[in-house]
């Protein structure tokens, strides 16, 4: 596999990790503490923005100043703005420790503040709560929990005469039949590396985790290995999907953006994708409707798991020029009132109990499967280090495109996991 070039990155965590070392910690005010405006990056495209007005609502005078951008572009900037002591007062941060952006990787150096006294923060169940941790202290507002799988245009699916696949076999007989109709199966937008691995975390949900529920312990422990498990079978089905004719032509020539467009507009039967798309889908095409179900990787349905975590939540920089109000940003997305509005938006699940939620419709089987323990968590969140990710996103692109090989990626997965943190 060629070397990978990330020079943005290697700069971002070099200067990170400069400025842990000289950081004084906290600072529970700043010149702008007395300020009326907040300051937010966001990758809640599409879903921030009436959580922000229903918040400027919910406190006259205050202003909210906001950027959204793509997964991709803001892991890079955001560690550039906290080295550079240019970051918002509030950052969305993500869960565990498997990416750039995630709360162990910027709580770690002391990027993040201790949100572990706020009144939300004991009230997360268990398993979200994990993931917003580091050394026990709570850094992530979670509001919300998101899955993976396959979402269904259903009036191209009705036009197509067809219905979703529940096994192996039938999704590739369903994906030859949709082929066969004019309509690739699903969208995929591999030149946006993140999302490469959505439809390989989808299958290692049930290849790797559905025999083996121990697995990432047994990882942890050094009983086993990526390169010598059932991800390689997943690899192979994710390969066997491309082969098949599953995804339109030119997955790695097609943008995020450009993969909605298609399953939105009915040019593709649906898109392999976190249920956070089914908001952007309705914006495009508001008369639709899009459904998520589970994508089968065997031929028993009562095998099937979706993999089902916490989404990405938000953090306090701990160095935020409006502390106070951004401790009552954070708050206010935790609230019943705050957090429906982001999953409504967004086509999610919220992480509190009793905030009064009614799933909508296109979740009835994710909101099922979480109820009947049939889900796990994103893979990432459990890795010791980011580095396995990123080598996993860029190696699935080389892959696509002819330079790699499931072999070499799942060595160089394994050699980065055994790196630790």
Not at 184 to 189: E, S, V
Not at 235 to 245: A, I, N, P, Q, V
Not at 348 to 359: A, F
Request: with cysteine; proline share 6%; aromatic share 8%.
């Amino acid at each position: 596999m060629k070397t990978r070039q990330l020079p943005v990155l290697i700069a971002a965590l070099t200067a990170g990790a400069l400025l842990a070392a000289c950081s004084g910690g906290t600072r529970a005010g700043g010149s702008g503490g007395g300020s009326k405006t907040l300051t937010l990056a966001s990758v809640d495209q599409g879903s921030v923005e009436d959580v922000v007005k229903a918040f400027e609502k919910a406190n006259p005078g205050v202003k909210v100043r906001y950027t959204t951008s793509g997964a991709d572009q803001y892991q890079q900037q955001i560690r550039t703005q906290l080295a550079s002591g240019t970051a918002p007062d509030v950052m969305s941060v993500w869960p565990g420790n498997g990416n750039p952006g995630a709360t162990v990787v910027l709580a770690k150096p002391g990027y993040l503040r201790d949100l572990s006294g706020q009144p939300w923060a004991a009230k997360m169940p268990d398993a979200i709560k994990t993931v917003a941790q580091y050394k026990g202290k709570t850094y992530n507002a979670i509001f919300g929990q998101n899955g993976i799988g396959a979402v269904y245009n259903q009036q191209a699916m009705a036009k197509a005469g067809l219905t979703p696949p529940d096994t192996w076999t039938k999704l590739l007989a369903f994906c030859k039949a949709a082929k066969a109709k004019g309509t690739p199966a699903f969208a995929l937008g591999n030149q946006d590396n993140w999302v490469t691995q959505l439809v390989l975390y989808a299958l290692v949900a049930t290849t790797v985790y559905g025999p083996d529920r121990d697995f990432d312990q047994k990882m942890q422990a050094g009983r086993a290995t990526f390169a010598r498990s059932q991800w390689v079978t997943a690899l192979d089905k994710y390969l066997t999907m491309e082969k098949t004719g599953c995804f339109q032509k030119d997955p790695l020539g097609t943008t995020y953006e450009a993969s909605q467009a298609l399953a939105a507009s009915g040019r593709t039967l649906g898109i392999i994708q976190g249920n956070w798309v089914i908001a952007l889908l309705k914006g495009k095409n508001p008369p639709g409707t899009f459904t998520l179900k589970a994508l089968p990787a065997t031929d028993d349905p009562s095998q099937t798991l979706i993999p089902a975590a916490a989404g990405a939540g938000y953090g306090v920089n701990a160095k935020a020029k409006n502390p106070q109000l951004a401790l009552k940003f954070v708050n206010f997305v935790m609230s019943p009132q705050g957090m429906n509005l982001f999953v409504k938006k967004q086509g999610g699940l919220p992480s509190l109990p009793d905030t009064g939620y009614s799933v909508d419709p296109s979740l009835a089987e994710l909101s099922t499967f979480i109820g009947s323990d049939r889900t796990v968590p994103f893979m990432d969140q459990r890795w010791p280090n980011a580095k396995v990710q990123q080598t996993m996103l860029s190696g699935l692109q080389e892959i696509f495109s002819g330079q790699s090989t499931p072999a070499e990626l799942l060595d160089e997965m394994d050699a980065d996991y055994k790196a630790g943190s």
